[in-house]
């Protein structure tokens, strides 16, 4: 599972994804999976490419594909189900007001400092 994260996050930070962090759900008695990655982009665009990114890369490196991709048609908000691990692609706005992270406020959270 960290490779996973840790690939998820590398393909995130190739496409300039912003303020990347995972939250480990572990704990949580009825969470969907173990953890959730969050990122945001500026635009669209770059939503779609990170989840493109992110597609390509978990592949290339572990042979895995999404159970299931949604959102990619509009680009404001992908959600990509690795099964234990859920990645949340969002526009900027959006992420500011569904504030995914205050909702699993007592979940422990790593965040990554990557290259901008």
Not at 36 to 63: M, P, R, W, Y
């Amino acid at each position: 599972m960290e490779k996973l994260i840790e690939t998820i996050v590398s393909a995130i930070d190739d496409k300039k994804g912003k303020n990347i962090v995972s939250l480990d759900l572990s704990g949580f008695d009825g969470a969907i999976c173990s953890h959730f990655v969050v990122c945001n982009a500026d635009s669209t665009t770059q939503v779609a490419a990170i989840a493109d990114s992110v597609e390509e890369k978990v592949h290339e490196v572990l042979g895995e594909w999404p159970w299931r991709v949604e959102g990619k048609q509009t680009g404001l908000w992908v959600a990509m189900d690795y099964v234990d691990v859920v990645v949340h692609i969002f526009q900027s706005e959006l992420r500011d007001f569904y504030k995914l992270e205050e909702l699993w406020a007592d979940a422990p959270m790593v965040r990554y400092e990557c290259e901008q």
